[in-house]
């Protein structure tokens, strides 16, 4: 231990000699941080053994010692910090001397002016009140000798960790719910412009739970990162105490910028970034932390039925597949025994998907393989990779969990590496709920329950993502943000036009909230203005929809009724300005030589006809498969029920029919693009015969489908926005267009077609697209005679559709 002498250059170890050296070491430049709480602590110590000692001589009490408990017993003594003090005895002593003896401990700490919080008890006096106060048994974990008789303390200490092992199923589980009741009181550190750094979620409280946990030998925090972490929020709090002269753990504004340069930060704002990384990682060890107690107390209350009823079987967790290289086990997202990440840059991404699509929280274990062993994707990303994204980011408010995970080990700073600047960036503005990162993701989380007002609902959720980014640069963050969108957009996969789409939601995203409020609309030129930069009608419908993301996610202050109604009357003239509402698409092209030859051979054998092949494009997610049918009843519920049988995802498909010359007849031609969901493709022959079999209904495609979701009952998870079914007006000549814009699922299309069949209607026409984890159909029908349906049949027929989807 390290002596009054030592550290200060005196000896004197009375109240005037302890309060000088005191002092001098608080202000000596060169020693700060770890260093000097430990050189407090032994300069503390010192001085209360010396006290100590000559109480315990004069008193003639024998059979005692001073112990530090709590923050004094760690060792984490700021310059303002509380004196945590027990005296334990063994209670031989009269209760007279006993008293004498605190006495002439505590009235010279408190003429100091120290904080002072004191107890005198027996050993088993402290153990029955440990049993009885959660507190006080934290503390005693930390119990470490100043002064007097240690075998008193060896064994308190010794009986004390026993009694929190033996009883750990029942204290861990209270002292989770007092973390909770903590967090909701004090708020999220990481997410306060003025935090409490001890209090608050991500604080120093945190994180004596975290040693609390660990010393039950029941689980232990992920310890990456902890320590510094730990120390940083140190520096933070005695540099805090230094500046104010008292004891207090509330970083308040008028202070940082002192309290920033006592550390040697640039500013307040460097400060609040250091103080939210480490709040971060804390946090984040404490979720995986209490995660992983709640995983041990369910196991060891099953184990012992489920070993009865299943035998050794009961130790081995079940493994669902989720994904390609990606499976559900013991109630967390884990990467299959076969996934190889090293040869497979996108399994990151689509671990994060399979998790946040099921409401599954993802397992550090494999967060930080893949942080370690996944090489770099390729830029531009393949399509498989941007499609995982979407999907990621669609998902809701699983979102941020499985984004926070990602993001605890560098995976999201190497893939988007812009991201790093606005990485735990504080924004000063009171409005705002949260840092720079957290608003984006939170916005993502918004606009997933947009996806159904939108055509491209991929557009709206990455330009929900990017489009404060710019605010890690100097300048206007939307100018900036403008050609940080373009390049991640290119960076990604998308095409140029869309990124130029993107770039233009990111430099506009303000534009509709900040006109609506502050411009006269019934002016001319400022609708003109506003149509003039958005450009397009689809542009505008993605911008509408960002822009309420954007404030639902800023705060409560940020959108309300009257703005959502000034900005969609903006909105409104607006879109008569550009031309009204967006058209979706026609058609699709002439057949080419391979579909009329796959028609012809379908006509002429009577049968299906299939045909299977990769595709050309070298980003390309999937396989090509083009299926040829004589025109018949229920097509496409059996073509997509037997895709969806085989475990295959449909990622875009197209259907028509195709009338051949020489009376051969008319035969429905589908292309599709597929790819398997996990596994390897199936082969062309076993489609084939599936799909003859479900023609002639001899295989019941409805009830295996229906079996094997029973088989695996539907996990939690999001609950994504309820499917939207509309008629399209004025769009074909020949066919009544309805649009089915839903969640995309296994089924999908098999479940869309059965409810035409039943509605009596022929698909004549459709067009799907798969963007992230939605779906958006269009769909050219017509009635058993051929002719498009009259308005009221139509709208019957999509409330039908939408009910049969819900």
């Not at 769909?779 to 051929?786: D, K, P």
């Amino acid at each position: 231990m390290t002596s009054v002498e030592e550290t200060t250059g005196t000896s004197d170890p009375g109240p005037s000699g302890y309060a000088a050296a005191r002092l001098r070491l608080l202000q000596e430049e060169s020693r700060s941080g770890p260093s000097r709480r430990s050189a407090l602590a032994g300069l503390t110590d010192d001085w209360l053994n010396a006290l100590f000692t000559t109480a315990a001589r004069e008193t003639g009490v024998r059979g005692a010692a001073l112990v530090a408990v709590g923050g004094y017993g760690r060792g984490e003594l700021s310059p303002r910090s509380d004196l945590d003090l027990l005296l334990l005895h063994d209670g031989k002593a009269a209760p007279a001397a006993l008293a004498r003896l605190a006495d002439r401990i505590w009235y010279p700490v408190w003429d100091l002016g120290l904080s002072l919080d004191h107890s005198v008890r027996t050993p088993g006096e402290a153990r029955k009140t440990a049993a009885e106060d959660l507190k006080v048994h934290l503390g005693l974990l930390d119990a470490r000798p100043v002064a007097g008789d240690l075998g008193l303390l060896t064994g308190l200490r010794t009986s004390v960790l026993a009694d929190w092992r033996n009883h750990a199923p029942k204290r861990l589980p209270a002292l989770h719910a007092m973390c909770r009741e903590r967090a909701d009181r004090a708020g999220e550190l990481r997410f306060l412009l003025e935090p409490d750094l001890k209090e608050a979620r991500g604080g120093l409280r945190d994180i004596t739970a975290l040693r609390a946990v660990a010393a039950s030998w029941l689980a232990d925090a992920p310890r990456e990162g902890l320590a510094d972490a730990r120390r940083r929020l140190l520096d933070a709090r005695d540099a805090l105490h230094l500046v104010t002269g008292r004891a207090g753990d509330r970083l308040a504004l008028q202070e940082q910028d002192q309290v920033a340069a006592r550390l040697g930060l640039l500013d307040a704002d460097a400060l609040l970034r250091e103080v939210y990384e480490a709040a971060r990682t804390v946090a984040y060890a404490a979720d995986v932390t209490w995660r992983e107690v709640g995983r041990v107390l369910r196991a060891r209350t099953a184990r012992p039925r489920l070993r009865g009823l299943l035998g050794p079987r009961a130790a081995t967790p079940e493994r669902a597949p989720l994904a390609e290289g990606v499976v559900e086990s013991d109630g967390e997202a884990v990467l299959a025994l076969a996934a190889r990440p090293e040869r497979d840059p996108a399994l990151a991404l689509r671990l994060g998907a399979a998790a946040a699509q099921a409401g599954l929280p993802v397992s550090p274990h494999a967060v930080r393989r893949l942080a370690a062993q996944s090489r770099p994707l390729p830029t531009p990303w393949p399509a498989e990779a941007r499609e995982q994204l979407l999907t990621l980011l669609g998902a809701g408010e699983p979102t941020v969990a499985v984004w926070e995970a990602l993001e605890a080990e560098g995976i999201v700073s190497a893939l988007l590496p812009d991201w790093e600047r606005v990485r735990c960036r504080p924004q000063r503005n009171p409005v705002h709920t949260w840092t720079v990162d957290r608003h984006l993701v939170e916005t993502a989380v918004r606009a997933s329950a947009m996806t159904r007002r939108v055509g491209r609902p991929d557009l709206l959720l990455m330009a929900a993502l990017l489009h404060d980014i710019g605010k890690g640069w100097p300048g206007d963050h939307s100018a900036v943000g403008e050609t940080i969108a373009r390049d991640t957009a290119v960076r990604v996969g998308f095409g140029r036009a869309d990124a130029d789409v993107l770039a233009t939601l990111v430099r506009h995203h303000l534009l509709l909230a900040e006109t609506a409020t502050r411009r006269d609309l019934d002016d001319p030129a400022t609708v003109r203005s506003v149509a003039e930069a958005v450009g397009t009608p689809g542009t505008l419908e993605l911008l509408h929809a960002l822009t309420e993301a954007d404030a639902l996610a800023t705060g409560p202050a940020a959108w309300s009724a009257w703005r959502a109604s000034l900005v969609a009357d903006l909105v409104r003239r607006v879109a008569a300005v550009l031309g009204g509402a967006p058209v979706p698409g026609q058609p699709g092209p002439a057949p080419s030589a391979e579909e009329e030859r796959l028609a012809v051979e379908a006509l002429r054998t009577g049968e299906p006809v299939v045909a299977l092949h990769a595709r050309d494009e070298e980003d390309a997610v999937g396989v090509e498969l083009a299926v040829a049918v004589p025109d018949q009843p229920g097509v496409l519920p059996a073509v997509a029920g037997v895709l969806a049988l085989h475990r295959l995802t449909v990622r875009a498909a197209d259907l028509r029919a195709l009338e051949l010359p020489d009376h051969l007849g008319e035969a429905l031609v589908l292309r599709w693009r597929v790819a398997a969901a996990y596994g390897s493709l199936p082969e062309a022959a076993r489609l084939r015969a599936d799909l003859v079999r479900a023609l002639d209904g001899s295989l019941d495609v409805s009830a295996k489908l229906a079996d094997r979701e029973a088989a695996y009952p539907r996990r939690r998870g999001v609950v994504p926005p309820p499917p939207r079914v509309t008629v399209v007006p004025d769009v074909s000549s020949l066919a009544t267009v309805l649009e089915v814009r839903a969640p995309d699922g296994v089924g999908l299309l098999h479940r869309i077609g059965r409810a035409l069949e039943g509605a009596g209607v022929r698909v004549r026409s459709a067009h799907v697209s798969t963007l992230g984890a939605n779906a958006v159909d269009s769909l050219y029908v017509t009635s058993a005679e051929g002719k498009p349906l009259d308005p009221a049949d139509a709208a019957a027929v999509a409330d039908t559709l939408a009910a049969a989807l819900s």
